[in-house]
């Protein structure tokens, strides 16, 4: 049986290729919806609590206001669809929330809908890549710096574009800029410098994602008694770093081994990495 064969939909289980969504969704027709990507180690989720507060967080902001979705109903269906589809190890969730009425740009009710996706993954814990990532500045398309930033919504244009400009110019990953033209984040990912035991990273006023792998590298980084800045990062706060990496709730942490001509080292990424495992 393979690990992908069955999604739950609004509290059923369908073949992962049934067809199950109108021409009328409002995801597909006006990006209406909100999505978490949760990490699965030894069959169990991992920082489930934190993933489902952003994602109330969300709901909150879009004004989907009607309280049709249990999220405790929605825990239990995701550990259901993990044996279901049988991941006893590694494995990644997605569940996406979605505002299910008709409708143009004002739609007509509050009802909202949910799909859950569970698919085993060859890593069971957290894994550093060996190569380290090549990387530069994407500018073309700036991240705002409102709310709307912090949370996963699916209108991914500006991360799509900067995936294109990544693959035209032989890059693993951009860092994206905000309208002031400071790092935000990188593509699908949280950014962090390190150096003389000092961590930096943007502010969430300066429109990153409210990462939840962020939120365990800062906690790590603080039980480590390493110093911890979150505010503005440049393109000068690179050059200077020892140290870039780049974190979500999947792949945990990517080390960064050049950006333009700049080097860097992994030694503090390998200690973080170890304290993340332990902590999962």
Not at 256 to 278: A, H, M, P, R, W
Request: charged residues 25%; proline residues 0%; hydrophobic residues 40%.
């Amino acid at each position: 049986m393979k690990n992908e064969s069955y999604i739950n939909y609004n509290g059923k289980l369908f073949a992962s290729d049934e067809q199950i969504f109108s021409i009328n969704n409002r995801a597909f027709k006006y990006g209406d919806a909100l999505f978490e990507t949760i990490r699965v180690v030894n069959g169990k989720l991992c920082f489930v609590e934190d993933h489902f507060k952003r994602l109330k967080q969300g709901v909150e902001l879009l004004k989907m206001k009607s309280s049709n979705i249990s999220f405790n109903d929605v825990k239990v269906q995701i550990e259901e669809l993990l044996v279901k589809n049988n991941i006893k190890e590694g494995g990644r969730v997605r569940l996406t929330v979605f505002r299910d009425a008709e409708g143009f740009y004002q739609p007509i009710n509050e009802k909202k809908a949910y799909v859950i996706e569970a698919k085993s993954i060859d890593n069971n814990y957290f894994e550093l890549n060996v190569n380290g990532l090549k990387v530069d500045i994407y500018s073309e398309q700036k991240r705002s710096t409102s709310k709307l930033s912090n949370i996963k919504t699916t209108n991914s244009l500006q991360q799509i574009l900067a995936g294109i400009y990544c693959k035209e110019n032989e890059l693993d990953e951009c860092l994206m800029l905000n309208k002031h033209g400071r790092i935000a984040e990188a593509m699908s990912s949280n950014v962090f410098l390190y150096k003389n035991n000092n961590i930096y990273t943007s502010s969430l006023e300066e429109g990153c994602i409210d990462g939840v792998m962020r939120k365990q590298i800062l906690k790590i980084a603080a039980k480590m008694n390493i110093n911890i800045f979150e505010g503005m990062v440049n393109g000068s706060m690179l050059l200077q770093a020892d140290e870039l990496f780049l974190t979500n709730a999947v792949k945990g942490i990517q080390w960064v081994e050049s950006f333009k001509e700049k080097q860097y080292t992994n030694e503090t990424i390998q200690l973080l990495i170890n304290e993340l495992n332990q902590s999962v």
